[in-house]
């Protein structure tokens, strides 16, 4: 989907997909993070929580590729320029997470071949509650460039 083909207000879901021990072990492998929040059922069943969560960056990485497989963030866009996030409620393993975006603003760079696009992001869990919430602006670019 290039810049050109979105609209100011248009909606996407994608697809779900479940959160498992793996994945977050994978996680905790590549990134180093190896706190026992995540990966250790005695520790986390005296947190707050009661039982391990998945990484806040793990989740948002997953709503990346969510967006990417359902053809709303693909190989046009050049950048993610600006994030901000807010991880609202934890996700725990065996939850299962879409992604709500809103085109909420298109910017066009006449002296580029590419357009800013500000789209709005919900990641919603399985019990409809959104879990994190925030903003990504993406560089993309524009048809026929």
Same mark, same amino acid.
């Given at each position: 989907?290039?810049?050109?083909?979105?609209?100011?207000?248009?909606?996407?879901?994608?697809?779900?997909?479940?959160?498992?021990?793996?994945?977050?072990?994978?996680?905790?492998?590549?990134?180093?993070?190896?706190?026992?929040? *995540?990966?250790?059922?005695?520790?986390?069943?005296?947190?707050?929580? *009661?039982?391990?969560?998945?990484?806040?960056?793990?989740?948002?990485?997953?709503?990346?590729?969510?967006?990417?497989?359902?053809?709303?963030?693909?190989?046009?866009?050049?950048?993610?320029?600006?994030?901000?996030?807010?991880?609202?409620?934890?996700?725990?393993?065996?939850?299962?997470?879409?992604?709500?975006?809103?085109?909420?603003?298109?910017?066009?760079?006449?002296?580029?071949?590419?357009?800013?696009?500000?789209?709005?992001?919900?990641?919603?869990? *399985?019990?409809?509650?959104?879990?994190?919430?925030?903003?990504?602006?993406?560089?993309?670019?524009?048809?026929?460039?």
């Amino acid at each position: 989907m290039y810049w050109d083909d979105l609209t100011e207000g248009t909606q996407f879901a994608t697809s779900e997909r479940s959160i498992t021990q793996e994945d977050v072990a994978a996680f905790a492998n590549l990134s180093g993070d190896t706190n026992p929040l *995540h990966l250790d059922t005695t520790y986390a069943a005296d947190t707050r929580y *009661h039982r391990p969560i998945a990484h806040g960056l793990f989740i948002l990485s997953v709503a990346s590729g969510l967006a990417m497989q359902a053809g709303i963030l693909g190989e046009q866009v050049t950048a993610l320029a600006t994030l901000e996030w807010r991880f609202r409620e934890p996700v725990y393993i065996d939850d299962r997470i879409h992604a709500k975006i809103t085109v909420k603003r298109l910017r066009s760079l006449p002296s580029s071949d590419s357009g800013l696009a500000i789209l709005a992001v919900e990641i919603i869990n *399985h019990k409809d509650s959104i879990v994190q919430t925030g903003s990504w602006q993406v560089l993309m670019q524009r048809c026929g460039k």
